[in-house]
């Protein structure tokens, strides 16, 4: 006669207690992002018209930036941050990668990945109306060996050797002028090496607040034709005060100001209130 095994005592209640657990689990929280030129989606195989003061054409080659320290914001003004989920690819500590570029196109030096959110934990309430998030990597971790940090910190695309620390906006497009004009956001004028340590004179920490923010309905958006409506394309370099096409985050450079406005930031680095014309909520 074939015998039946029967399953043990804990065995069993193991079984019944499991979709228990599982029902109790958070879901995960997902913050999204979307690039945009306008209202038009930002991709690498558009051409986007009447872009800036001297309505210049642009073509994308990179957009990536660094945000940190997501917290979501109930209607009773209780704050929650964000718990990240540790990834070990776009995701490390309270600090994620975004990528916009896919790597087709006019973005083909770039990788095909693209990031278009952040995902974590974070108390499930209904009645989240706003968003606070920093751009960049912590001053604490900003000077470190980016060689031997955990991804998404190893991006030796999102490291200045020369500056000794991250870039923690990276944006490169493509005009009729200039066949790479940029904004690269970083701390400014720093000096020292990994041992001795850095000093820099702005660390260009900028904070963005976002009100009628809720994760289950709304998105970031981040508007490539608000970040550059003050500047010019077109703008010839002269080699005196003026070395590169764009923004490398040089205190004297003049391009860097307006820039800086839009991401919350005075000319010499110090924090204010970010515009809607760059970020805002969708």
Request: with cysteine; aromatic share 8%; proline share 7%.
């Amino acid at each position: 006669m074939m015998k039946v095994l029967k399953k043990s005592r804990p065995a069993l209640l193991l079984l019944s207690v499991l979709p228990l657990l599982q029902a109790c689990e958070k879901p995960a929280t997902v913050v999204r992002f979307s690039a945009q030129v306008g209202e038009q989606p930002l991709r690498c195989d558009t051409r986007y018209a009447n872009i800036g003061k001297s309505g210049t054409p642009i073509e994308l080659i990179d957009f990536r930036l660094y945000v940190r320290d997501i917290t979501l914001v109930r209607a009773n003004g209780e704050k929650h941050p964000l718990i990240l989920e540790q990834d070990g690819t776009w995701q490390v500590d309270s600090i994620a990668l975004l990528d916009f570029a896919d790597g087709t196109g006019t973005c083909e030096a770039g990788s095909p990945a693209t990031r278009l959110e952040v995902v974590g934990e974070a108390p499930d309430f209904d009645d989240y109306t706003g968003l606070e998030f920093k751009l960049g990597v912590p001053e604490d971790q900003n000077h470190l060996n980016g060689s031997t940090r955990p991804p998404p910190l190893n991006s030796t695309d999102m490291y200045w050797s020369w500056q000794g620390g991250y870039k923690f906006v990276s944006l490169d497009v493509r005009t009729p002028q200039h066949d790479a004009w940029v904004f690269h956001l970083g701390a400014s004028d720093c000096k020292g090496s990994p041992g001795e340590g850095y000093s820099c004179a702005a660390n260009n920490q900028a904070t963005v607040t976002l009100n009628g923010f809720n994760p289950k309905s709304n998105q970031v958006v981040l508007d490539l034709a608000g970040l550059l409506s003050d500047s010019d394309l077109n703008h010839v370099i002269d080699n005196k005060t003026d070395y590169i096409a764009g923004c490398m985050s040089g205190r004297t450079d003049p391009e860097c100001p307006a820039l800086y406005e839009k991401v919350g930031l005075a000319a010499d680095g110090t924090p204010q209130a970010v515009p809607a014309s760059f970020i805002r909520v969708r």
